[in-house]
């Protein structure tokens, strides 16, 4: 089950992607949140978890769609992409860090 609802991703996190979009990348999102926190994330559904999923779910989106659009034309249809130097993977991580750095949801280790 994802960890943010459409209501969530559009009212409070204000995403802009379509609802089907957003219901479809969303479940892959928290399983990457799940992956990434070792399944910590399952017992800590916060607004920070939420937010993390959206921020996850619009880099997949994006990456799904071809990358993000820097410009478009109509006349004989034209669309430009732009890259930003990091890896599919590093994007992922960045958009889910941004929200859930300072939960202790990202930490792997053990106790001293």
């Known amino acids: 089950m994802p960890y943010a609802d459409y209501t969530y991703y559009k009212d409070t996190y204000g995403g802009n992607i379509s609802e089907a979009d957003f219901n479809s990348v969303s479940r892959q999102a928290s399983a990457y949140l799940n992956r990434i926190t070792f399944n910590k994330v399952k017992n800590a559904v916060t607004d920070e978890v939420k937010d993390a999923c ?17 410009s478009e034309s109509v006349g004989s249809w034209s669309r430009q992409y732009k890259t930003s130097g990091k890896s599919y993977d590093q994007k992922l991580y960045d958009a889910a860090e941004m929200y859930l750095a300072l939960t202790g949801l990202l930490y792997c280790g053990g106790g001293m």
Do not use: H, L, P
Request: aromatic content about 6%.
């Open 54 to 70: 959206c921020s996850v779910a619009d880099v997949m989106f994006k990456q799904r769609e071809g990358g993000e659009i820097t």
